[in-house]
């Protein structure tokens, strides 16, 4: 499994069909490890979609593609949706402080 391969600075963009093979445009936000399984958090491509984020289970096949299972379960999409936005927060504040570790440095010279 190699979710590193989508986590470079770019929006990654996925065709999902729906079980009555309607296609949708959506947008990998970023990727969280809950429990012993992989999940993607995604939302739709079109600005004009109000649908939210889709959390979907995520495993890769043997071309390193990925295979995505819509998480039905309301609670556990919440705690993933929640753990998602708790590593954001966590990322924001490492790179603030790299920032100011940076700021003080300067001051040293």
């Known amino acids: 499994m190699s979710k ?18 309607n296609d949708y445009l959506f947008d990998l936000l970023g990727f ?19 649908e939210g984020v889709v959390i979907m289970e995520t495993s890769f096949n043997k071309n390193n593609e990925p295979l995505f299972t819509y998480v039905e379960d309301y609670d556990l ?6 753990e998602y936005y708790d590593n954001l927060d966590r990322e924001f504040d490492e790179s603030n402080d790299e920032m100011y570790d940076e700021d003080d440095d300067d001051d040293d010279e």
């Not at 590193?4 to 600075?9: C, G, L, R």
């Not at 969280?32 to 109000?50: N, Q």
């Not at 999409?77 to 929640?82: D, K, Q, S």
């Open 77 to 82: 999409a919440e705690e993933i949706l929640n």
């Open 32 to 50: 969280v490890d809950y429990g012993d399984k992989l999940y993607s958090v995604l939302e739709p491509h079109d600005e004009d979609d109000d």
């Open 4 to 21: 590193d391969n989508y986590m470079d600075d770019s929006i990654q963009t996925f065709t999902l069909t729906d079980e009555d093979g």
